[in-house]
């Protein structure tokens, strides 16, 4: 069973920079499309970005694009999240989350594996 671990999470001011990482283990995560989401308090989950299980295929939510940046690494079973220009408003548990590839492709919906998550704070 594939287990996703977040870390990389703090509190930031605004304008600067976090970068998140997602580590796997039970599984090999080439197998899996992955995505990382976002839940704001009083809010619900949102989407924040996707990647196919090549890396080719990225995909962001509109509040990010421009700004946040994901890769993966296959061979070390890691998905980074690099956030840049961090505004007040990105403010969340970030939480990366894994859906097997062959089922929807480079799509990041109905996933089945999810991490604890971490925490992003942007304040001055």
């Known amino acids: 069973q594939l287990q996703l671990v977040e870390s990389g999470g703090g509190l930031v001011q605004p304008g600067g920079s976090l970068r998140l990482s997602c580590a796997a283990s039970g599984s090999t995560l080439s197998l899996y499309t992955i995505g990382w989401f976002r839940q704001a308090p009083g809010k619900e989950r949102e989407g924040v970005s996707c990647i196919s299980i090549s890396g080719i295929t990225t995909t962001y939510a509109d509040s990010v694009k421009g700004r946040f940046t994901i890769s993966r690494d296959n061979a070390k079973n890691t998905v980074h999240l690099q956030m840049n220009t961090l505004k007040p408003e990105d403010t969340a548990v970030y939480y990366c989350?894994?859906?097997?590839?062959?089922?929807?492709?480079?799509?990041?919906?109905?996933?089945?594996?999810w991490g604890k998550g971490t925490l992003v704070s942007v304040s001055s």
């Open positions: 989350a894994a859906v097997p590839a062959y089922r929807y492709g480079k799509t990041c919906v109905d996933m089945d594996y």
